[in-house]
């Protein structure tokens, strides 16, 4: 009976019995077999997981205690030492790095010269290099020769594939000199290498006498560098306390800086081409913006000792100084404590450090004739790591990262256990600076307002700087 009504209210007149039907939504389980089925049955089961925040609770707590456990496990697994290369009869003075073979090193002795294989961990060559020491080594950007320089006042040139069966060890090229050279480095692209002594030499490799020679009224220099970004520029340290910078374009000196005590060595960052590091004999290291050198930008303090040797990692971000008080400290660039120290039983003063050029060893040549290969990351695992230790190791880092200042795990990745001599080296030395610091405050407190003014701990070390 109520067919003609719905007849009437239908769109399609010409079919009376048509009947709306309001469309239902259906929805259906789908399942991905590849989200939860393993592929074989040596595969972990696979875990559906939902990261909504809502449905885990305590996320934080949780974090902070497998961060807690990250930093007990890391200080657990730090064991830096690998291995001790010994082939030295004397004291090993000098060493350098190949720039195309992270396997090969030199090192250069009291008695005569050494080439090491790191890999097999042994000595693949030696010879006389000098009479006497050998003050220094680099090897030509190409990898192909390398130069020595010793107290038999005379610059040597070698091949660097080990002579065949029969042949004599002959230098390829043997320069005279007028003095005692200290110190060598080699240009980043062309065939120019610098030396110093009694003053700074530019030679090109092709002529027996220097194309330019600087002298600032310096009667010695014990170090110098060539920049391996602004290729063309030079530092180096000399013996009245300064520290000299040169533009080998240039026929003078640009400028330099005097401090309080000597600089035995510097290293150029090799990402930030105006910056250097230069180690001193006040106990601590020194970053230079070479624009700015009224003052360091960071003073390193530490060591207890002078500081003997610095070289940069290659990423720039950190570097490692060698000290005479028998250890070996590791510094981020722009902090002002080292985040880790070496030493052992053994190891007597170092004199000598370089860090590899892929980034992971350290290699120290120290006073009882034996080179040192260290991790840079302590705690770090040598060898291929799956995927999932890849992973568990760049969480774990990361956790370290994000609660490192809470003070429990600040405690415990701060503390090293240190030689007897040196930890009363270093309350004893925080005891006199502190004493100092208060004698200052006391002066300062009873003298006319502005009369002492405060002098920073960047600008005590700097003498004047000189243009």
């Known amino acids: 009976q109520h067919l003609p009504a719905l007849t009437a209210l239908s769109p399609f007149p010409e079919f009376p019995y048509f009947i709306h039907i309001h469309a239902m939504k259906v929805k259906v389980l ?14 972990i089961q696979r875990v559906p997981r939902n990261y909504d925040p809502s449905l885990h609770p305590f996320e934080v707590p949780r974090e902070y205690t497998r961060a807690l456990n990250a930093t007990k496990l890391e200080r657990v697994f730090a064991k830096p030492f690998l291995a001790s290369l010994d082939g030295h009869r004397d004291g090993v003075n000098c060493m350098a790095k190949h720039p195309k073979s992270l396997s090969t090193m030199l090192s250069g002795s009291c008695d005569g010269e050494v080439v090491w294989n790191l890999t097999k961990r042994e000595c693949v060559r030696t010879l006389q290099a000098h009479e006497g020491f050998v003050r220094g080594m680099v090897v030509r950007f190409c990898g192909t020769s390398f130069f020595t320089v010793g107290d038999d006042k005379t610059i040597k040139q070698w091949k660097m594939e080990t002579p065949g069966y029969g042949e004599e060890e002959e230098p390829l090229n043997t320069i005279l000199g007028k003095s005692v050279f200290t110190s060598i480095d ?8 610098v030396t110093c002594g009694q003053q700074v030499d530019i030679w090109d490799e092709q002529r027996s006498s220097p194309i330019r020679s600087f002298s600032w009224g310096v009667d010695s220099f014990s170090c110098v560098r060539f920049n391996p970004v602004e290729t063309e520029l030079l530092a180096s340290c000399a013996s009245d306390r300064s520290i000299v910078l040169y533009d080998m374009r240039e026929a003078t000196p640009l400028k330099k800086v005097i401090m309080n005590m000597r ?50 990692s290659p990423t720039g971000k950190e570097f490692v100084s060698a000290s005479f008080d028998k250890t070996i400290r590791i510094f981020p660039k722009d902090s002002g404590h080292s985040r880790e120290v070496y030493h ?52 774990s880092q990361k956790l370290k990262e994000k609660f490192q200042h809470h003070p429990q795990i600040r405690r415990i990745s701060h503390h090293r256990h240190l030689p007897k001599s040196i930890y009363s080296q270093t309350k004893e030395l925080r005891v006199m600076k502190e004493a100092r610091r208060r004698k200052e405050r006391n002066v300062r407190k009873h003298s006319k307002p502005g009369s002492m003014p405060v002098v920073t701990e960047k600008e005590k070390h700097v003498v004047t700087v000189v243009k």
Not at 34 to 39: F, H, L, P, S, T
Not at 186 to 193: I, L, R, Y
Not at 263 to 291: I, V
Not at 353 to 360: F, L, V, Y
Request: contains cysteine; aromatic residues 12%; glycine residues 2%.
């Open 186 to 193: 080699h240009h980043q692209k062309e065939g120019v290498f």
């Open 30 to 43: 789908s399942r991905n077999p590849d989200d939860y089925v393993r592929e074989t049955k040596l595969d």
């Open 344 to 395: 052992t039983k053994r190891m007597q003063h170092v004199i000598s450090i370089k860090w590899s050029s892929d980034n992971k060893y350290i290699l120290s040549a120290s006073d009882e004739m034996n080179i040192r290969l260290w991790k840079a990351n302590a705690a770090e695992k040598l060898g291929l790591l799956a995927p999932r230790e890849k992973a568990a190791v760049n969480y």
């Open 263 to 312: 600089s035995n060595t510097l290293c150029w960052n090799p990402m930030e081409a105006y910056n250097f590091t230069c180690s001193n004999e006040d106990y601590n290291l020194y970053t230079y913006d070479m624009r700015y050198l009224d003052k360091p930008f960071t003073v390193h303090m530490d060591h207890v000792s002078a500081v003997l040797d610095v070289d940069y």
